[in-house]
């Protein structure tokens, strides 16, 4: 066995938590792009989306990294798999999703429930999460 079999049955080593609105798809979008290209849009399903194609590139580069994790974390919650990555050509159909499943009531943001439990059941050990709503969460900044 190389050293890169049974890799696939451990642990993920980094998470990669994405959210859509803000992040993936900028609100207001107007002017350049921050690479300097015009934004494009596209119709997902349920609404008219701005995006950077040098951000989808990028994003699907990242798929093929080995011990990445990718992970929807959004109030898109399976639109954006099944809606945002065909009208924009992310590669994320096949990423999980978390979803509020109840959480969203009470003093903690759902999302960082949502990731902590991920984070135990999946053993990864680091974490990236791309957030616009994480300046204004404060037990998400701790």
Not at 9 to 15: E, G, K, T
Not at 106 to 128: F, N, Y
Request: aromatic content about 10%; overall charge negative.
């Amino acid at each position: 066995m190389n050293s890169d079999e049974g890799r696939n049955n451990a642990a993920p080593r980094v998470s990669l938590y994405l959210d859509v609105d803000g992040v993936v798809c900028p609100f207001g979008a107007a002017d350049n792009t921050p690479w300097g290209s015009v934004w494009n849009y596209a119709f997902a399903g349920m609404l008219e989306v701005a995006y950077a194609p040098e951000l989808v590139q990028a994003l699907n580069a990242l798929v093929g990294i080995p011990d990445l994790r990718c992970v929807w974390l959004t109030s898109w919650e399976e639109l954006a798999p099944g809606f945002l990555c065909p009208a924009t050509g992310i590669d994320g159909a096949e990423w999980p999703v978390l979803t509020a499943g109840g959480a969203g009531s009470g003093a903690d943001w759902w999302k960082l429930e949502a990731l902590q439990s991920d984070l135990e059941a999946s053993g990864t050990e680091r974490l990236i999460w791309a957030d616009d709503q994480l300046a204004f969460e404060r037990q998400a900044q701790a």
